[in-house]
């Protein structure tokens, strides 16, 4: 039979837990005996001393709680990310959306949408400013969590320069991006250095969310003020269902060196990342 004796804080061998059903008058000189080979949840004796008097009482092994299981996890954490982006929107734009609507309207119908070409303008500017910041970060960093992720296939912000071009050869006047691209662009930086996990839901989110609902929103929009012209913004060179599938298995491998709590820090920031790219698609209808 093992022995463990306890020290004056009553500390129990690390690799045993008990709930004690009771310790009134326990000295510092306890003694708890175990067989070992005993195994959860059977009982324990714990002989106290009692003014002299040896007395015996019970104590129970506590069995390990089964890990709780998330959402999408036994898919990998993308999928994890995309249950919690999912139920961050409203019915009108994504078949599994959960959120209420609060009736702002861009989270209506894209069908009813007035948009105009130079709030539309504004709205590509300020994401341009956002992709750039993303793929400056990535491609100037050497920290392995973002270095996998250069050259993906899924970067914009090129895409974004030729159609500047294209809007200056219309006679459009090209904007200063506005608050909502430099604010965000702003938290992107800071993220990048000092919070990882949630620079990696922002990532995530800015790029399968265009590559999604925001090519629906593009075509949308230039049917009803751009004559159906097709942007480079919505073009990928590759198969984008490839392109995407690999960096879903990427962002997979990064989370598994991640604990739990690291992986939950991540999720929490996907409202952030909603209410960020929110103000900045907004720009659309102003």
Known sequence: MATTRLNSSCHFPSSTRLYCESYLSLRTTARISYAGTLTAPRGYLAVKANGGQASVVTAMAITEKKQKKYPGESKGFVEEMRFVAMRLHTKDQARE??????KSPEEGPVAKWEPTVEGYLQFLVDSKLVYDTLEGIIDESDFPTYAGFKNTGLERAESLRKDMEWFKEQGYEIPEPMAPG???SEYLKYLAEYD?????CHFYNIYFAHSAGG????????????DDKELEFYKWDGQLSHLLQNV????NKVAECWTREEKNHCLEETEKSFKFSGEILRLILS
């Open 196 to 200: 990882p996990q949630a620079f990696i």
């Open 215 to 226: 090519q629906m929103i593009g075509t949308k929009v230039s049917e009803k003020i751009l």
């Open 182 to 184: 430099k604010t965000y």
């Open 97 to 102: 959306g959960e959120k209420e609507s609060n």
């Open 248 to 251: 879903r298995q990427k962002l």
